[in-house]
């Protein structure tokens, strides 16, 4: 058998309604047979795939593979860190804008190796990478040293009790109406069923939404003031479950793709919002896009809680600044 990395493998067993801990002895079978040296642990609760990562990284594992959704690639990513103090990294200023004021947070292990096996409900980063054979095609994928580097981007935002927090992410962060979606996604009962909890969210946001003004800045440069429904700040090119958000994005040109849903009247945001599922949302003149390394944003009314949707999760609000790490980490392929 060719060299193989020595693998950690990181499973969320409700990803997908289910789909991990339903699949997984068939799953685990065709690792055994795939890797010649790997563990396996399984989540139990929001952020411990992150300090699984953390730990498996510490203890020499050369690569960590997610098993699961978009939300589960987002905190083992994270623990590819220490701990990182956002406060220490970005300060809000008098006027409402957050800035960088340190270093990009360190690796742990800078040869170290995220791999993929995505097994969630929306699966949006798969699309990006064109991972469409299902998650034996994922884990097959495992096998040899074959790696690309790709761009993260690291958000800080400020939280309900304004304290400045943040996250690195893989895929796409977005503010707006999808942040009103994944906030009301996380009242409705799991019960319910991961695809009727999102299609109720979204209705429900949507009813109460009304577009709020923001301001960009780009590259600490050029500023512009939006009436908003979404923005998204795409490192890949999918999100809302299989949205095509940002044509052309790519995960390794050292910046974001900006898109801008702006002031839309409701027929409008109904259309346009269909639209983005085959790319054709441009042909609106109220949607637009540019391409930036840094993006800052700020309410124009401090009092307007316009919240943020990272990776498919609800993380906190405006006021926010996004940078990209250009090439920082070793993606399995």
Excluded at 227 to 242: M, T, W
Aim: hydrophobic share 45%; with cysteine.
């Amino acid at each position: 058998m060719s060299a193989q990395f020595r693998t950690f493998v990181i499973a969320n067993p409700i990803s997908g309604s289910g789909l991990v801990e339903r699949e997984w002895d068939v799953v685990e079978r065709q690792l055994r047979s795939t890797l010649t040296e790997y563990n396996v642990a399984f989540t139990e609760g929001p952020g411990h795939a992150t300090m699984l990562a953390r730990e498996a990284l510490r203890a020499g594992w050369e690569m960590v593979v997610s098993v699961g959704g978009d939300g589960t690639l987002n905190e083992v990513a994270n623990g590819f860190f220490d701990r990182i103090d956002y406060a220490d990294l970005y300060d809000v200023e008098p006027g409402g804008w957050i800035n960088r004021t340190g270093d990009h947070p360190a690796l742990i292990n800078p040869d170290a190796v995220l791999g993929v096996i995505p097994m969630g409900t929306g699966g949006d980063f798969r699309r990006t990478l064109g991972m469409m054979g299902g998650w034996r095609e994922a884990v097959e994928a495992l096998a040899g040293t074959k790696t690309r580097k790709i761009d993260l981007g690291i958000l800080s935002f400020v939280d309900d009790a304004a304290r400045v927090d943040g996250r690195v992410f893989v895929n796409i962060a977005s503010m707006g109406l999808s942040g009103a979606v994944d906030d009301l996604v996380g009242k409705i009962p799991s019960q319910v069923g991961g695809s009727a909890q999102y299609t109720l969210a979204v209705l429900g946001a949507f009813a109460r939404w009304s577009n709020v003004k923001v301001d960009f800045r780009f590259d600490e440069i050029d500023e512009v003031r939006e009436d908003l429904v979404v923005a998204i700040i795409a490192n890949g090119q999918f999100f809302g479950g299989g949205m095509w958000a940002a044509p052309g994005a790519a995960l390794d040109d050292g910046q974001f793709q900006f898109v801008m849903l702006g002031d839309l009247t409701r027929p409008e945001a109904v259309r346009t919002l269909m639209s983005i599922y085959r790319g054709n949302h441009f042909d609106s003149p109220k949607v637009w896009r540019r391409n930036a390394r840094s993006i800052t944003a700020r309410a124009v009314d401090p009092q307007e809680r316009v919240l943020l949707d990272v990776d498919g999760e609800a993380l906190g609000r405006l006021p926010c600044a996004l940078n990209v790490l250009p090439s920082y980490i070793n993606l399995k392929v």
